[in-house]
């Protein structure tokens, strides 16, 4: 699979979580208060919740369900009751646009 256009840059929201569905694989796109962007599985891994209609919060993202919440770093839970991680999906900013692949996780050790 290759990279998909999301959106522009402009497009998101400072600190607010953007649903996209990138060749059937559910993502929240967020860009944080630093301005950076961030791409994670958008499926809580604790419910069948979506992460992006949740809360974030420094470089994280809050399910509303329960309060976990996922590093949008490494995708893993910093909070209970989720405890299994989401993916995070590898992010691209070509000229005024953000571009994913969904076939391409990152690999997080830490
Ligand atoms: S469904 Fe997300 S923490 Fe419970």
């Given at each position: ?10 497009d998101?929201e ?16 967020v860009?944080?208060s ?16 979506s992460l ?10 809050e ?20 405890y299994?991680?989401?993916p995070?999906?590898v ?20």
């Amino acid at each position: 699979m290759t990279r998909e256009r999301v959106c522009a840059v402009a497009d998101l929201e400072t600190d607010t979580a953007k649903r996209v569905v990138l060749g059937g694989v559910p993502i929240a796109v967020v860009k944080d208060s630093a301005g950076d962007i961030h791409a994670i599985g958008d499926t809580c891994t604790h419910g069948d919740i979506s992460l992006s209609e949740g809360f974030v919060e420094d470089d994280t993202l809050e399910c509303w369900a329960h309060g976990s919440q996922f590093s949008l770093l490494t995708g893993k839970p910093l909070s209970l009751p989720a405890y299994e991680p989401v993916p995070v999906f590898v992010v691209e900013i070509d000229g005024d646009d953000v571009y994913i692949d969904p076939s391409q996780t990152k690999e997080v050790t830490a």
